[in-house]
């Protein structure tokens, strides 16, 4: 396994383009704490506090934070992932530990499947997820698929009853 320098490196010095290719995707990884690399003893310390950290929480906060820390590591890079040099190597452990933690967080509501958004589905890295005022809560799952998959169905069939209200004000049909 390669360190992430070592990675940045090797993108800008190969020609070969299967390779370049497989090392962004291992950077883009990287970049959404999806792997982390190699590990000094004191990385591995850290990421242990990290993950002894975010274990106990739920999968909706753990969820916002994941975004909020996706969104400060597009912004120090620029989206661009060969940028993740620019990124505090503690910022990149953190959000590793955030993803590890997900993978098997408690649902909030036990009795009712909670929907969430799978990791394999979240927005490409790069993609800079809709941020909220401090003062308020971050939107709901819901709320954020609609404003990132606007023309989707997210699983929520409504079924609305015929609009007749036009129909009101004409002549009652004849009695049998």
Do not use: W
């Not at 950077?27 to 993950?51: E, H, V």
């Not at 950290?53 to 912004?75: G, M």
């Not at 799978?118 to 971050?138: A, E, M, S």
Request: a negative charge.
């Amino acid at each position: 396994m390669m360190s992430t320098a070592e990675l940045v490196t090797k993108q800008g010095e190969s020609p070969d383009q299967r390779t370049s290719t497989l090392i962004n995707q291992e950077l883009n990884k990287r970049c959404q704490g999806k792997s982390i690399g190699q590990l000094t003893p004191i990385d591995i310390a850290k990421f242990t506090g990290y993950t002894q950290k975010y274990t106990q929480n739920d999968h909706i906060s753990l969820n916002s934070v994941y975004y909020e820390f996706q969104n400060k590591i597009n912004t120090i890079t620029n989206a661009d992932s060969s940028q993740i040099l620019k990124v505090p190597p503690d910022l990149l452990l953190e959000i590793a530990a955030i993803y590890l933690a997900l993978q098997d967080a408690p649902s909030t509501v036990p009795e009712k499947k909670q929907p969430s958004i799978p990791l394999t589905q979240q927005p490409p890295y790069g993609q800079l997820l809709p941020q909220q005022p401090d003062n308020q809560y971050p939107p709901s799952l819901d709320q954020y698929n609609n404003r990132m998959y606007p023309n989707m169905h997210h699983g929520h069939h409504q079924h609305h009853p015929p609009n007749y209200s036009a129909d009101t004000h004409q002549n009652p049909p004849p009695p049998y």
